[in-house]
């Protein structure tokens, strides 16, 4: 129920304070151009919520952009997107003031700035009432579409703009941490692959190195084939058909759930019966899974159970031997992604195979070496999964902050106080 501090406030149309603009698609037979021109075209990959992805951008040449110059979007406006994902807003950095926008996002244009901060609007439009507005007037279609003259409909807040602009502030704070631990986290990947790299070519132990068929590595350490060191299988995927055989209680890892991580769960689920019909293998914790099959970022991928869990056909399980650490192959089978990934081309999907895998070439260190590395890389995890951790809860403060804030339920007038 809203309170009477949100009473206070006004409500308007949007179309009362906004005005609802088109982007434009390139032209029929046009491209982007292969190089910088200064001219980005802003698509609906590129937009996030209350930010747009500058790594990545399309850019158009001179005479297309002269084609399109009046379907642009300034730093002052908000955008919307009306198709394929719909509902994400935000509003455009300052380097990106005057790009051109995609066909499938809406440019909002502010009609009195003292009125209205276009933060606060875009913050509005990605809370759970904007988000149920925007629901409500989609077209549900095989292709769902928010037309313009639907936007103009949404109802929105307007407290007086002191307030407007406190709650963006804050909220803006908390975004602003997030993205502080955002940053952190790519930089300790960043670390942690460069440790990795010098850790399996150097060792822990400042031996003296030797060349190899696979490159370089401490004097005492040897060549194996992974066949030799392992025992390594697939899993089978019950029929699909049968419902049954996915009502259960056993954890079933699809290739799209092995992501370079601690496998801890699963999305999918079997029965026993599944197990009994198709005698699958429930793999014990600390099993090694490879993803063989799958596009995107799939294959190539790695995981270590912290669970018993069946597999497909699509994935290689390890079973390790007594002269490999399984944390140690996992960590290795991590820094090989790019190789692994480009390797085993067979018909029109790429895909690895066993027998590949089998022969795949390992460095491999004495056990109390395998440790130390281990123990280096689990610090550099732990500070991963400190950061993750953090932002999640950052994620949930802004979400509660977010509803509170936009519904009345906390007031913002000691926010202005604060800042004012």
Known sequence: MRNDFLLNWQTAKLADVLTVKGGKRLPKGVGFSKEYTGFPYIRIVDLLDRSVRTTGLKYLDAETKGRLGQYTIGKDDIYLSIAGTIGIAGTLPEEL??????????????????????????????????????????????????????????????????????????????????AAQQREIALERERKAALMEYLFTHGACNEPTKQTEIGEMPEGWQVRQLGDLCSITTGTTPATKNKSYYQGSIPFIRTAEIKNQRIKDATTYISEQAVIDYNLKLYPPKTVFLAMYGQGKTRGQAGI??????????????????ELDPEYLWHWLISQYKKLRGAGAQGHISHLNLGYVKSYKIPIPPLAEQAAIISVLRACDRKINASE?????LNELFIVMLEELMTGKVSAQPLVEVTS
Do not use: H, M, W, Y
């Open 305 to 322: 159970l912290d669970i018993s869990a069946a597999t497909t056909q699509n994935t290689a399980a390890f079973i390790i031997n007594a």
């Open 389 to 393: 951790g953090e932002v999640e809860l």
């Open 97 to 178: 003031d005057g790009a051109n926008l995609t066909e499938n996002a809406a440019r909002l244009i502010i009609k009195d700035k003292d009125c209205i901060f276009k933060d606060f609007v875009a913050l509005f439009l990605t809370s759970e009432d904007g988000q149920a507005q925007i629901r409500n007037l989609t077209t549900k279609t095989t292709q769902p579409k928010l037309a313009l003259t639907r936007i103009e409909q949404i109802q929105i807040p307007v407290p007086p703009l002191q307030q407007q602009r406190a709650i963006s502030r804050a909220l803006g704070a908390v975004q602003e941490a997030k």
